[in-house]
């Protein structure tokens, strides 16, 4: 009998080191965004942080630093302890755009930070003016080589912006990009054919879409999105293209690999929850819960992918 509680005790003292790691200090955990909230960034941290929290067995208390396209949060979160204390929840941009646009940077997204797990996927769309008798990327191409068109981003720098960028390269076809200061003051140009074109993503750009204001071309993501799956992705007619932005999970540098472990195992887990799913959905995004090593691998990639897209483009800021 002793020896089979022996047995039973040292099989259970894993999942318990597992569910309390040493490193992690008590009380609420900080969960770092680096945008205002409201947005959709931000209400897809909270969907994260409050599928977290019981998990996890702390609170988790989001945190909005906004400034400098998302440095700001991703910086405090580099520089906090690696003791789970303070986890980052970041978009694309600080982690894959911004080195390659900032003219300075407060930390090395390679370098800095922990990979833990890609919560979200965003998927971008291209869309036209209501009047404007373009409907395929086919027809796009033939058109920003037929005549001058305005394309219009939410601003410079941004992913709808290099997204936009990207795909006139692959197009090799010229276009004349207006930037904005969102997606609320270039709606009414995209309206009046002010501007025929415009790159947003689904969370703003498929209601104008679905009601008529404006007409859907085509998604940016490497499949169809099921928010929109009668929507022919880029993909389609361009065999490989694939640009989104979306939204992970990250720790501060030289976090212990078991703590990393279990956040991660956590974060995949309320990804792949239905309900977070549903909300994610709803909020125009799509649940990924990837592994750490889908992650690293996806920074490293897009890193490498957007640099001289960026380039390209001229786009610096200060």
Known sequence: MIRRLLIAALALAPAVAWAQPAALPPGPIRLIVGFPPG?????????????LAPRLGRAVVVENRAGAGGNLAAELVAKAPPDGSVMGSVPAGPLVINRHIYRTMPF????????ISRF???PVILMGAPNWPVTTIAEFRAALRARPTACGTPGAGTTQHLATALLLR???????????????PALPDLLTGTIQAYTDTVVTG???TRDGRARAIAVFSAERSPLAPEL???????????????????????????LAAWFEEHAIAVARDPAVVAQ?????????????AALAAAIRDQDAMWGPVARAAGVTAD
């Open 39 to 51: 947005g959709g960034i931000d209400l897809l941290t909270r969907v994260l942080a409050t599928g």
């Open 108 to 115: 090395d997204p390679l370098a800095d930070l922990t990979p």
């Open 120 to 122: 979200a996927a965003i």
């Open 232 to 258: 022919p992705t880029v993909a389609e007619t361009i065999p490989g293209f694939s640009a989104e932005t979306w939204l992970a999970l990250m720790g501060p540098r030289g976090m212990p690999d078991a």
């Open 170 to 184: 692959a197009l090799d076809a010229p276009c004349d990009i207006v930037h904005y200061r969102g997606t609320g």
């Open 280 to 292: 994610i959905r709803a909020l125009g995004a799509e649940a990924v819960g990837s592994d750490r």
């Open 206 to 208: 498929l209601p104008p």
